[in-house]
């Protein structure tokens, strides 16, 4: 669901900017574009792992079961 995928890149993209110590030298504003930033790289990994996870391991699922 996409507000569970949102939520998600968001935690990651401020556990990950937090780990490698992002530094902000825009001040307070800039965290929003960093975070922003990280959240889309976060969706552009996880989304087409989560969608061969749901192809392979659901669809294989309901073969079974027909």
Do not use: D
């Not at 780990?19 to 989304?47: D, K, P, Q």
């Amino acid at each position: 669901p996409p507000i569970k995928m949102t939520f998600l890149c968001v935690v990651l993209s401020v556990i990950t900017a937090y780990v490698i110590n992002f530094e902000l030298e825009g001040g307070g504003i800039s965290i929003l574009m960093a975070i922003l930033f990280l959240s889309t790289i976060w969706a552009a990994i996880l989304l087409p792992l989560l969608l061969a996870f749901k192809f392979f391991v659901q669809g294989s699922g309901c073969e079974k079961n027909t």
